[in-house]
């Protein structure tokens, strides 16, 4: 009888343990990307390793980033000046609710803008990665401002920015 039961405890550990283990294929032609339970989940890590909210969320450098997620990614009005201009971190939240998922992946993978957004980097990042930034972003309520529009080189700014000139070396 002992023997029964510790044969049928093996079959269902054996069970649970094959329900805890998520087989995950990827497409070996894409290259690497960040798998997790959902895409949303794989896109909030993105976003949360990838650097965005450091530009694109208010004050979260600052702090350290203890700035509560129902904030996030919702653009400044802190310009980033440089021999480019003036350039502002947008929300992305209204943003990504005025494109489809394949026009951003279609623009992360081509677009070349202005700094001190890291576009050779969102270009490099797999399709799957880019779709899962998307679905993460639009999951967000649609809130906060649009971002002042960029400003031509030479043009001061009227906001609060953040000089990105590059210093001369002293002689």
């Known amino acids: 009888m002992i023997a029964k039961h510790l044969t049928l405890f093996a079959i269902g550990a054996a069970g ?11 497409d070996a032609d894409e290259g690497p990307r960040v798998v997790a339970v959902t895409d949303i989940e794989a ?49 992305l939240r209204r943003s990504f609710a005025a494109m489809s998922e394949d026009d951003w992946v279609e623009m992360a ?7 001190p ?8 990042m797999s399709e799957a990665d880019k779709r899962a930034i998307y679905r993460y972003i639009r999951s967000l309520p649609v809130e906060g401002d649009v971002a002042p529009t960029a400003l031509p080189p030479g043009q ?4 609060p920015y953040e000089d990105m000139g590059t210093k001369q070396p002293e002689a």
């Not at 802190?78 to 021999?83: A, D, L, S, V």
């Not at 993978?109 to 700094?115: F, V, Y």
């Not at 957004?117 to 490099?124: E, T």
């Not at 001061?156 to 906001?159: A, E, I, S, V």
Request: glycine fraction near 14%; charged fraction near 15%; aromatic fraction near 8%.
């Open 156 to 159: 001061m700014p009227t906001t």
């Open 43 to 91: 896109g909030r890590y993105l976003v949360l390793t990838g650097g965005c909210n450091d530009c694109h969320t208010p004050n979260y450098p600052q702090t350290g980033g203890r700035v509560p997620e129902s904030e996030w990614l919702k653009g400044s009005g802190t310009g980033f000046k440089g021999p480019w201009g003036t350039t502002y971190p947008h929300n």
């Open 16 to 26: 649970l343990a094959g329900c805890n283990q998520a087989e995950v294929k990827a």
């Open 117 to 124: 957004m890291p576009w050779p980097s969102v270009r490099a």
């Open 109 to 115: 993978s081509t677009r070349e803008a202005l700094p």
